[in-house]
């Protein structure tokens, strides 16, 4: 990987998705995002312009986060940014919640049954900030249960799972929302 390139953009966690063409997906097994070796074996310091981690924050314990974003920070560029999305906390829709609870639904091979943390807009701000990031909200559900869209762009990345992107989430009822943030170095 040349990590000298003007414009470094990585997808952590990426999975089979591959919405973020020109991106760098890679998977945990390449990027560990507890493991700074991983980051040294692939990236220079201060190399990525953006780093995409869609549903991959809430796998990981609130310490185990703000490690993760401290290593994160050491990695991207002046002005770079994370873009993040996690399960909506505040998102006032029982079965929902069910699904994406600490431990998951129940069934160990469930993706949730590896979750460790149901964030907010609140909690997740203050672990990027504790970081040292700065925290812009771009959708998220507030504690009345309201919706703010704050009119992001796809194309500083596209997070599938969002109001704006997931087919289950068009016309008057949203099924599968995201708290999504940038967080900016």
């Not at 991983?38 to 190399?47: A, L």
């Not at 990695?75 to 940014?81: E, T, V």
């Not at 943390?117 to 990027?128: G, K, M």
């Amino acid at each position: 990987m040349n990590s000298s390139q003007t414009d470094l953009k990585v997808v952590i966690g990426a999975g089979e998705y591959n919405n973020n063409p020109g991106w760098l997906h890679t998977q945990e097994e390449d990027v560990d995002l507890l493991d700074e070796s991983t980051w040294r074996s692939m990236f220079k310091e201060n190399s990525i312009s953006a780093i995409l981690a869609e549903h991959v924050w809430e796998h990981l314990t609130y310490q185990e986060g703000l490690q993760a974003a401290t290593i994160c920070m050491k990695y991207l560029k002046p002005s770079g940014y994370i873009r993040c999305a996690v399960p909506d906390g505040y998102f006032p829709d029982e079965t929902y919640q069910s699904i994406v609870q600490i431990g998951g639904p129940g069934p160990e091979d469930h993706p949730a049954a590896s979750h460790k943390i149901v964030y907010n807009y609140r909690l997740l701000t203050e672990v990027f900030e504790a970081a040292g990031f700065e925290v812009s909200l771009l959708e998220y559900f507030d504690e009345e249960g309201h919706l703010h869209d704050n009119g992001w762009d796809g194309a500083d990345g596209v997070i599938f799972r969002s109001k704006k992107y997931d087919p289950r989430n068009h016309g008057e009822r949203l099924v599968a929302p995201s708290l999504i943030i940038d967080a900016f170095k």
